[in-house]
């Protein structure tokens, strides 16, 4: 009875240890960490594109949520994105936590801008930023959400008007 007992709160224990800490909301539906895919062809209003993603904690206790974000071109780093989570980090932050208490759900936004100091990235440009969270107290556990935001060529209209040599 001992040994069944003891075992029993040994696969209790280890369940605990490897339940997850952390879940993930895109587009109001539950996701697993992986590549997303973000594609616009509007940006003449603000060259920016954000990406939500709800994060929650699981967990009975509070947690220190760690982030961590990389942006690049063409595998070079390029320092246009931003990041907001309880407050707003710019480009130069790449790593910070937060405290997200127990059961709650908290807004993380990535923010993925298509100009940088000599104008606005050309049609085509794909921004590769990677979201990595984690339990301060687990770092071994990381969720890593690799998105991809693309700046398509906006359509063009199939008609095109002139008035006095000028398109209008």
């Excluded at 405290?99 to 990535?110: D, T, V, W, Y």
């Excluded at 693309?150 to 199939?158: G, I, T």
Aim: hydrophobic share 40%; glycine share 6%.
């Amino acid at each position: 009875m001992k040994k069944l007992l003891l075992s029993l709160i040994v696969m209790v224990f280890a369940a605990q240890l490897s339940a997850q800490s952390l879940a993930f909301k895109y587009e109001g539906e539950t996701v697993e960490p992986g590549t997303i895919d973000i594609v616009t062809n509007d940006i003449t209003a603000s060259p920016e594109v954000i990406f939500d993603l709800h994060i929650i904690n699981t967990t009975d206790a509070d947690i220190n949520v760690v982030w961590e974000m990389n942006d690049t071109v063409n595998g070079e780093k390029i320092g246009t994105s931003f990041v907001c989570f309880g407050a707003c980090y710019g480009p130069n932050v790449i790593t910070k936590s937060r405290i997200l208490a127990a059961g709650s759900e908290e807004m993380f936004q990535g923010h993925c801008t298509f100009a940088n100091s000599e104008g606005l990235l050309p049609a085509g440009t794909v921004i590769n930023v990677v979201y990595t969270f984690f339990d301060e107290r687990n770092p071994e556990e990381k969720y890593v959400f690799n998105v991809n935001f693309k700046y398509e060529a906006p359509e063009l209209p199939a008609l095109t008007f002139k008035y006095e040599g000028e398109t209008v």
